[in-house]
C-alpha cells in the first residue's frame, strides 16, 4: 500500500514513488541525441583508421617484396591494381589483398592503369618509369596517402 503524507493543507496526498511518464520521455530523447551525435563521430574514426591501416598494408607488402627478392635471389613484383582495388605480391606463396574488401577504401594514384614495383636481387627496383607515384586510400571522407619513390620505398604520408 502506498505511504501517505499530509501536506500544509492537512489533505491527504500519495507520497511520489516514481518517475512520470514524461519524465521517462524525456531522458530517452537527451540519450537518443547523445548516441546519434557519437554515432557520427565514430564512423569519422573508423573511417580514418580503416584508409590508415589500408596505407600501412599496402606500404607493408612493398617492404615485403624488396626482402624478399633480396633473400631468394631472383626479381619479386607488386602490382597495385586499381579497378579491382587489389594489390598483388607476385612470389611463392602468392599474397594478395582486397583494399576494397578487407578496408572498404578506394584506391587511386598518380599513375593511370596499375602501379608495379619490379625489385631486383639487390633489393632496387627494376624500373622507374612512372615513379615517384601516389597512391591514395579513400573511404567516406578519410583519405590516407602513400608515396612511393623511385628506388622503391613506400613513405606513408601523414
Known sequence: ?????????GVATRARGGFSIVELVVVIIIAAV?????????????DNRSVKSARDTYGWMARRARAAAVQRGQRIRLVLVLGTAQAILRSTPED????RKEYGATVTTSVTDSLVLCFDPR????????????????????????TVQALGQVEMNP
Open 1 to 9: 500500500m502506498a505511504a501517505r503524507s499530509r501536506d500544509s493543507g
Open 123 to 146: 633489393g632496387m627496383t627494376c624500373s622507374t618509369a612512372g615513379l615517384p607515384a601516389t597512391v591514395t586510400f579513400s573511404r567516406g571522407g578519410a583519405t590516407a596517402v602513400a
Open 96 to 99: 594478395r589483398v582486397d583494399f
Open 34 to 46: 547523445i548516441m546519434g551525435m557519437s554515432v557520427g563521430a565514430y564512423h569519422k574514426v573508423a
